[in-house]
């Protein structure tokens, strides 16, 4: 044929496809030669403005299947229509597999090269809307078999098998399971907010708001994305700062009753209940502001909402909820109208009566808004001066400017210093909320990958610091949330990882090398000894990263998720059968989130 193209061929990602197809194709019928109509830079060529088109990816991948010139005999099970496969070897005993579909839909390919004999290493490369022909798994010493999973309709999936290890000078990111433990996996994936008690949050809290299995939810300023109800807030469910807080006709727990049922019955969450009044900015006026004559009333009011919940009163419920936050930001003007000073010495008042009333119970705060190490050392020392309980020390993270990632990472350092001195040794810390911005103008992250894995980063960074627990904000459908209407967003999928890292509790020890300032992984297993490891990588250049295992024994079973900027989604990208101690994950973007889970 001495000319041939598909209409539109290079400016569409499936007739690219197709047209990989087609050549493969034709290796069965009696065409001797195929000229591609152009492989120049004219109209339907595989150059346009200097730039590659995507038929130069799939002709290329079929390119690197002819220097393998001895075909090699293949058997397809469920082979759609539209899709072509070849196999070829050449006179070292390399392998190249290469499959064509197009329009065949998502699916999942198992290349089985069993009968071909031992490889030292295999290599996984796609072509799909991306554009782009890219590696996207390898593994040393595969054990037969190798799959991968399509995320696009039609791609091209090159599979090369090496029988000696390609050398390279790749620079990678190597991190090696020493075989020690190093304690248990805390629960830093707690968040904010719930799904909103609205008709546009069904499809979220049925299908995805459970799969991210947050171990706590707290509870604040749920308004902001329940217009018209009255919840959770003090002044919220007792709303006439007037009235007598002890006759049942003053409060309404109604909104809060269901909001807290939907929190614990659709997602398995336990409430994290912040006693406080509403940011004055999302009501037309402050309902109750807290003076220094009203707290003994306020305290009343508290110990009536916790009997509601815990004990059931006044039609309540026994919900057990055992975390009570006092207060919300009283070095914010639009939660708290008084001084510091009369901060503390509610604190102190309202935290005596609850723990008189309840001893069981957590309570803490302040709930700074922005940390400061002079506000902790006035409170944590009024406290022991007054003898005033501090179950938790909570405060947020919001500010993210240059410089400033070491600082979240390690501030509650010297917090707990504090509190050790103090006496407070058995004090937790908690991050009550956090969601650093780039710029504090407009504080509003994008939902793109490359903030994801700095909060994926920051997450796992925390393991190795004094915080006990961190509340996301938010893990609801707002706009910092994990979900954006009608699909869940790339934060929902760190969120998705780290339920699967917590379900390996047992923390295990990892050496690294190559990881960015940015840049973290913890690993975990369970009593079985199934291991999973998630990896955030924010800002690194390499393009691979090792995982060697080989301390932990045999497995049965590899799979590597990946989500990256052309892959908002935490999908399975490769799965290997009784792996050999070491999997490599490619990552051609300089921004990723990995986890690789291995079975017995």
Excluded at 34 to 42: D, E, I, L, N, R
Excluded at 90 to 102: K, M, Q
Excluded at 120 to 131: K, L, P, S
Excluded at 191 to 204: E, T
């Amino acid at each position: 044929i001495n000319g041939w193209t598909n209409v539109v061929t290079k400016l569409n990602p499936d007739r690219a496809c197709l047209t990989a197809s087609i050549m493969l194709g034709f290796q069965d019928v009696p065409i001797d030669k195929a000229f591609f109509y152009t492989a120049t830079s004219s109209r339907w060529g595989v150059i346009s403005n200097g730039k590659l088109e995507p038929v130069y990816y799939t002709i290329k991948a079929v390119g690197d299947l002819r220097a393998h010139p001895t075909r090699i005999g293949l058997k397809s099970i469920n082979m759609p229509d539209g899709a072509r496969a070849l196999a070829g070897i050449d006179e070292n005993g390399d392998v190249d597999i290469l499959l064509a579909t197009y329009k065949s839909g998502k699916r999942e390919i198992n290349f089985d090269f069993s009968a071909m004999g031992q490889f030292a290493r295999g290599e996984i490369y796609i072509y799909d809307e991306n554009n782009k022909l890219e590696r996207v798994a390898c593994v040393d010493n595969p054990n037969g078999k190798m799959q991968v999973n399509t995320l696009c309709n039609s791609v091209v999936a090159l599979l090369k098998l090496y029988k000696n290890a390609p050398q390279t000078n790749e620079e990678k990111v190597k991190i090696t399971a020493t075989g020690k433990t190093a304690g248990t996996i805390k629960q830093l994936n707690c968040g904010n907010h719930g799904p909103a008690l609205k008709s546009y949050s069904i499809h979220f809290k049925t299908k995805y708001f459970g799969n991210m299995k947050i171990p706590y939810i707290r509870l604040n300023n749920e308004v902001r994305e329940n217009s018209g109800l009255k919840l959770i807030n003090t002044n919220q469910i007792f709303p006439l700062k007037d009235a007598d807080p002890t006759k049942k006709e003053f409060y309404d727990f109604r909104a809060t009753d269901d909001y807290i049922a939907q929190i614990i019955n659709y997602g398995g969450a336990k409430p994290f209940y912040c006693l406080s009044n509403t940011d004055e900015r999302l009501i037309n006026r402050m309902h109750f502001r807290i003076d220094k004559p009203q707290v003994d009333k306020w305290c009343t009011v508290c110990e009536n909402i916790v009997r509601h919940y815990n004990e059931g009163k006044w039609d309540g419920f026994r919900h057990n909820i055992e975390y009570w936050e006092i207060w919300a930001e009283p070095d914010n003007p639009h939660f708290w109208s008084a001084s510091f000073e009369d901060y503390i010495d509610l604190y102190i008042r309202a935290s005596k009566h609850l723990k008189s009333c309840f001893p069981k119970i957590k309570v803490g705060g302040p709930s700074l808004h922005a940390y400061s190490q002079e506000k902790a050392a006035a409170f944590i020392t009024a406290c022991k001066a007054a003898g005033a309980p501090i179950d938790f020390f909570s405060y947020m993270e919001y500010k993210y400017e240059k410089g400033e990632y070491n600082n979240i990472i390690h501030r509650a350092d010297g917090l707990r210093k504090l509190l050790d001195d103090n006496g407070f040794k058995n004090t937790e810390i908690i991050v009550s909320a956090w969601h650093p911005a780039a710029d504090r103008e407009n504080p509003w992250p994008t939902n793109n990958v490359d903030w994801t894995t700095l909060y994926s980063s920051i997450m796992l960074h925390w393991q190795d610091s004094p915080i006990d627990k961190a509340m996301f904000d938010a893990v609801s459908n707002n706009g910092w949330g994990v979900y954006n209407t009608p699909n869940p967003n790339s934060r929902y999928y760190m969120f998705i990882a780290m339920a699967d890292l917590m379900e390996h509790p047992i923390r295990l020890e990892l050496k690294t090398e190559g990881l960015s300032e940015t840049s973290a992984v913890v690993a975990g297993k369970n009593e079985k000894g199934d291991t999973d490891v998630v990896i955030s990588l924010h800002g690194v250049t390499t393009r691979s990263t090792v995982f060697d295992f080989s301390t932990l024994g045999k497995f049965s079973n590899a799979d590597i998720y990946l989500m990256d900027r052309t892959r908002p989604e935490l999908t399975k990208v490769s799965s290997y059968a009784n792996p050999d101690g070491k999997v490599e994950i490619s990552n051609n973007r300089p921004d990723a989130l990995i986890l690789v889970k291995l079975k017995k």
